[in-house]
T-cell receptor, first 115, second 111 residues
């Protein structure tokens, strides 16, 4: 079974600053997918960014970028120029391969952006 | 609008009273799944379905049932709810290629 570990239960960042969330995972698979989901106070789960393990290039979506270290099984999320609307819980998730359809989630990191 | 809907959004019930949480998607997705979210544990998969009449257990299936009679619907059934099933429940659907789309969540309290 895959395990996903988020070691930071809570983080706080000043508006316009940068924050990095850590995620490590354990798997014996070679091809898989990694995701970061955002859950704001509305509780809606929103996909922030995805990374395919076979791609060496780190994924980027506007102010969100990842540092994917396959050998270290590490998948951190960097939020640049933090905005008040980024305040949310962030979940790291692992999917074994295409059509496995099982997401394994970490425990989550609550990010608070201070004005 | 492409979406996953769940009903009800909030439910308070008593131990042993059967309940059903409905889930429907309008994206013609083959795959649907149920998760529960508990503090400190993230989301854990309860059951999933790869197509009509094809369902399988996830990580925490005890106390739950599902059915997939139509492609768009995937109800979650608690035949005899207990207080340890108090949780936030999410339905999700996907094409199986990458992203899963989540419903708005159902907050269930079992007294």
């Amino acid at each position: 079974a895959q395990t996903v570990t988020q070691s930071q239960p809570e983080m706080s960042v000043q508006e316009a600053e940068t924050v990095t969330l850590s995620c490590t995972y354990d798997t014996s698979e070679n091809n898989y997918y990694l995701f970061w989901y955002k859950q704001p106070p509305s509780r809606q789960m929103i996909l922030v960014i995805r990374q395919e393990a076979y791609k060496q290039q780190n994924a980027t979506e506007n102010r969100f970028s990842v540092n994917f270290q396959k050998a270290a099984k590490s998948f951190s999320l960097k939020i640049s120029d933090s905005q008040l609307g980024d305040t949310a819980m962030y979940f790291c998730a692992f999917m074994k391969h295409v059509r496995s359809y099982k997401l394994s989630f970490g425990a989550g990191t609550t990010v608070t952006v201070r004005a | 609008e492409a979406q996953v809907t769940q009903n009800p959004r909030y439910l308070i019930t008593v131990t042993g009273k059967k309940l059903t949480v409905t889930c429907s998607q309008n994206m013609n997705h083959e795959y649907m799944s149920w998760y529960r979210q508990d503090p400190g544990l993230g989301l854990r998969q309860i059951y999933y379905s790869m197509n009509v009449e094809v369902t399988d257990k996830g990580d925490v299936p005890e106390g739950y049932k599902v059915s997939r009679k139509e492609k768009r619907n995937f109800p979650l059934i608690l035949e005899s709810p207990s207080p340890n099933q108090t949780s936030l429940y999410f339905c999700a659907s996907g094409s199986g290629l990458d992203e899963q789309f989540f419903g708005p969540g159902t907050r269930l309290t079992v007294l």
